[in-house]
T-cell receptor
Framework: AQSVTQLDSQVPVFEEAPVELRCNYS??????LFWYVQYPNQGLQLLLK??????LVKGINGFEAEFNKSQTSFHLRKPSVHISDTAEYFC?????????????FGAGTRLAVHP | SQTIHQWPATLVQPVGSPLSLECTVE??????LYWYRQAAGRGLQLLFY??????ISSEVPQNLSASRPQDRQFILSSKKLLLSDSGFYLC??????????FGEGSWLTVV
């Protein structure tokens, strides 16, 4: 079965600094990877996804992630964060073994952007 | 465009009372539908998924049940709530290219 590990439960950072949120997944023949963001008291919003093709994927709000098959990683990055980026970020992998698309989530990383 | 709606957004229920959370998807047909739960301080756990009307699969044994009476309607229910049922419940559906989209969520507090 697939699994996802988000290596940092909390990441504090100052405004306008770069940030990287780390995500590793268990290996599989083929994999679909996602990053979602959750603002307080809201549902999950899709940030970006990797399905195939270019290993560098760009998402909304200036975020990007790089798929690294050899390291089974899918780290999320942003070159300059804003206060409004404060939220919880979830990495997820699709598990298609059961014949349907089942998302397996990491435990989440809380990004706190300070002025 | 496709949209997903959940209601109610917030509810407080006493232990032993019934529960009904509803989810409706618009702008698509025959979607795969999901119920996830996010307990306080924990990640997201898949509770149920459905590939069609009347077709429900449960991921974990629990006090909850799900039903899909119509193509784009997914309902989460309980006959008697437990304190441990408290959490944030999210309905979701599969769009194009295996991408899952989530509703706004429903906060349930069992007291």
């Amino acid at each position: 079965a697939q699994s996802v590990t988000q290596l940092d439960s909390q990441v504090p950072v100052f405004e306008e600094a770069p940030v990287e949120l780390r995500c590793n997944y268990s290996s599989s023949v083929s994999v679909y990877l996602f990053w979602y963001v959750q603002y307080p008291n809201q549902g999950l919003q899709l940030l970006l996804k990797y399905l195939s093709g270019s290993t560098l994927v760009k998402g909304i709000n200036g975020f990007e992630a790089e798929f690294n098959k050899s390291q089974t990683s899918f780290h999320l990055r942003k070159p300059s964060v804003h206060i409004s980026d404060t939220a919880e970020y979830f990495c997820a992998v699709s598990d298609l073994a059961g014949g349907y698309n089942k998302l397996i989530f990491g435990a989440g990383t809380r990004l706190a952007v300070h002025p | 465009s496709q949209t997903i709606h959940q209601w109610p957004a917030t509810l407080v229920q006493p232990v032993g009372s019934p529960l009904s959370l509803e989810c409706t998807v618009e702008g698509t047909s025959n979607p795969n539908l999901y119920w996830y739960r996010q307990a306080a301080g924990r990640g997201l756990q898949l509770l149920f998924y459905s590939v069609g009307i009347g077709q429900i699969s449960s991921e974990v044994p629990q006090n909850l049940s799900a039903s899909r009476p119509q193509d784009r309607q997914f309902i989460l229910s309980s006959k008697k709530l437990l304190l441990s049922d408290s959490g944030f419940y999210l309905c979701a559906w599969t769009g194009t290219r295996n991408t899952i989209y989530f509703g706004e969520g429903s906060w349930l507090t069992v007291v």
